[in-house]
């Protein structure tokens, strides 16, 4: 009868351990979470609404570095953007040497299509 227990007390770990890992995947969000709280951190200072925009600071910078600024750009909520500047976390990127690309948007702001070459005049 234990051994039965220990089997059945094994799979319910088992089976707990696999749905927090998988979790988070199956349902098809981004996984860059993390980041985005670590970018808002870091640089909020840069990335506040008032006052005038300050270049980041070194440990700004890094985060920035190893983040994927589109993902984030993926997943600004509305009460994201109520704390931090859309345009300014732009502006970081490209300071940063990251600038955002081949996203549609970025939290609620449209991202300007980039213009085709004209064609040359006959």
């Not at 600004?76 to 704390?83: G, H």
């Not at 299509?113 to 085709?116: F, L, N």
């Given at each position: 009868m234990m051994g039965i227990r220990v089997i059945i007390l094994q799979i319910l770990v088992f089976t707990l351990v696999f749905t927090m890992f998988t979790k988070h995947q199956a349902s098809g969000e981004p996984e860059c979470y993390a980041q985005k709280e670590s970018v808002m951190y870091q640089c909020r200072e840069t990335l506040k609404h008032t006052g005038r925009y300050e270049h980041p600071t070194d440990s700004c910078?890094?985060?920035?570095?190893?983040?994927?600024?589109?993902?984030?750009?993926g997943i600004?909520?509305?009460?994201?953007?109520?704390?931090i500047s859309i345009g300014r976390f732009l502006q970081l990127a490209s300071e940063c040497g990251k600038p955002v690309t081949g996203v549609p948007k970025c939290g609620s702001y449209t991202m300007p299509?980039?213009?085709?070459p004209r064609p040359p005049r006959a």
């Open positions: 910078r890094r985060v920035v570095r190893r983040s994927d600024l589109a993902c984030i750009c600004f909520s509305i009460e994201d953007e109520a704390r299509q980039p213009r085709s």
